[in-house]
Nanobody, 120 residues
Framework: QVQLVESGGGLVQAGGSLRLSCAAS????????MNWLRQAPGKQRELVAG???????HYADSVKRRFTISRDNGKKMVYLQMNSLEPEDTAVYYC??????????????WGQGTQVTVSS
């Protein structure tokens, strides 16, 4: 079994910054893509940013030039540096990962989420 645990959420004023972390542990042969998603009240969950095992990244248009995703494969961690935060960024942030957890197979795992609240 694989666990993902997020940390780093909190309350911040508009224009501020937060850094989210997500740590993976358990039966892991290899972690493929890792992603950050968010869900605001009354809205669908949306992909914020993703990063491949090789370091290629992609971002939602709404966070480009403000958020940066990175990973440390040795530590089995993914990060989301969030700058110039806006009230519209308020949401529960989740990480997920495509993990090779058995020979020749992989599964997608999710963290429990961390709340980010941006006040105006």
């Amino acid at each position: 079994q694989v666990q993902l645990v997020e940390s780093g959420g909190g309350l911040v004023q508009a224009g501020g910054s937060l850094r989210l972390s997500c740590a993976a542990s358990g039966r892991i042969f290899r972690i493929n893509a890792m992603n950050w998603l968010r869900q605001a009240p009354g809205k669908q969950r949306e992909l914020v940013a993703g990063i491949t095992n090789g370091g290629s990244t992609h971002y939602a248009d709404s966070v480009k030039r403000r958020f940066t995703i990175s990973r440390d494969n040795g530590k089995k961690m993914v990060y989301l540096q969030m700058n110039s935060l806006e009230p519209e960024d308020t949401a529960v942030y989740y990480c997920n990962a495509d993990v090779q957890d058995r020979p020749g197979g992989s599964s997608v795992y999710w963290g429990q989420g961390t709340q980010v609240t941006v006040s105006s």
